[in-house]
């Protein structure tokens, strides 16, 4: 089966650094996505990892280890507009036509002044 | 570049009747998927059109729900009869195709919200 795992919750507070992780478990891998989704808002692209090492973009990091199916969401000087959801998604195939995600339960963000 | 687009936003119905839910994606992408999303949970994919083939529809309850992408561009998703448990939000997302496709993300839509009572 398919298996994405991350924490339901994390709280932080403004100006610090939170790291959310990633587990997975899929059948194949083409690739691991990061969302982020505010309350009554569609998600939106934030990242996206194939080969193992770590990707920079902006304030926003993320990492991936394929040997350990695990990936983390880095995410630096931490402002109020980042508490939102935020969502790790796998693409398990390889072939154009299965390009679609699999994603995990979410991890909710709260930033605090 | 529009975004992807659908209609409506909310919607309200009692069990057993049925809805329709719209979606146009971004111009140029053969690639549209449906995901619904149950409140605390990650997007679920229902079905995936490439142009206006299925890709994808091994997660679609097929008994009564319908989705159909005729000339390859806009998309309806149909459920027909409602039940309690069809209460989310419903995504619609599209991607480009082809070998692009393979690395490209979802872009999606900002859903339409069912409720079932």
């Known amino acids: 089966g398919q298996n994405i795992d991350q924490p339901t919750e994390m709280t932080a507070t403004e100006g610090a650094i939170v790291q959310i992780n990633c587990t997975y478990q899929t059948s194949g891998f083409n690739g691991l996505f990061w969302y982020q989704q505010h309350a009554g808002e569609a998600p939106t692209f934030l990242s996206y990892?194939?080969?193992?090492g770590l990707e920079e973009k902006g304030r926003f990091s993320s990492f991936l280890s394929r040997s350990k199916g695990y990936s983390y969401l880095l995410l630096k000087e931490l402002q109020m507009k980042d508490s939102a959801s935020y969502l790790c998604a796998v693409r398990a195939q390889a072939n154009q036509a299965g390009t679609a995600l699999i994603f995990g339960k979410g991890t909710t963000l709260s930033v605090s002044s | 570049e529009a975004g992807v687009a659908q209609s409506p936003r909310y919607k309200i119905i009692e069990k057993r009747q049925s809805v329709a839910f719209w979606c146009n994606p971004i111009?140029?992408?053969?690639?549209l998927y449906w995901y619904q999303q149950i409140l605390g949970q990650g997007p679920k994919l229902l079905i995936q059109f490439q142009n206006n083939g299925v890709v994808d529809d091994s997660q679609l309850p097929k008994d009564r729900f319908s989705a159909e992408r005729l000339k390859g561009v806009d998309s309806t998703l149909k459920i027909q009869p409602a039940k309690l448990e069809d209460s989310a939000v419903y995504l619609c997302a599209s991607s480009l195709g082809g070998k692009a496709g393979a690395r490209s993300p979802l872009h999606f839509g900002n859903g339409t919200r069912l409720t079932v009572t």
């Open positions: 990892n194939v080969l193992d």
């Open positions: 111009s140029g992408h053969a690639t």
